[in-house]
């Protein structure tokens, strides 16, 4: 079976000789060596170019006629959940939607970003007592990781 490390090793030579913000999300190898690498970039998107040069030089270093492999290297789709500090921090002031282990959903702003916690802001209209006119309330709130399911952007086309 192909090296988890040897497979992580060529990816970062590759992004550190690209040098434009490339990042692993995920890698993966089945035990019949299907090797699943999906990138990310900030700033920016990743480009075919991104994803080939990625692929090459994985696939120039492993030697087929040892083990066969298949590979395939892909950008990380906007469908799915962020799934890495540095996607957080890439979509610091992106609408996200945040599903928690208990089911409840907020959907907000994200404006911060660490290892263990994400900071979401949301507005909402509230008409106070006594009052005619409906006033925004916007409210920061602090998640921690460890209780988040999901976290996915929301997609809006203006």
Do not use: W
Not at 46 to 69: A, I, K, W
Not at 86 to 109: C, D, P, S, W
């Amino acid at each position: 079976m192909i090296s988890k490390k040897t497979v992580e090793a060529l990816i970062n030579e590759r992004i550190a000789e690209l040098a434009s913000g490339l990042f692993v999300v995920e890698l993966t190898i089945s035990s019949n060596n299907v090797i699943h690498v999906e990138l990310d970039k900030n700033p920016g998107n990743v480009s075919v170019m991104d994803c080939m040069s990625v692929s090459r030089n994985v696939e120039h270093n492993l030697d087929r006629e040892e083990e066969d492999f298949e590979l395939h290297v892909s950008s990380a789709g906007l469908d799915k959940p962020l799934r890495v500090l540095a996607q957080y921090e890439k979509n610091i002031g992106r609408g996200v939607k945040v599903v928690f282990h208990n089911g409840k959903k907020l959907e907000g702003t994200l404006i911060a970003a660490s290892a263990n916690e994400i900071t979401l802001e949301t507005t909402r209209q509230e008409k106070p007592e006594g009052k005619k006119k409906k006033e925004t309330i916007v409210e920061q709130h602090v998640l921690q990781l460890e209780e988040v399911k999901e976290t996915k952007i929301i997609i809006t086309f203006k």
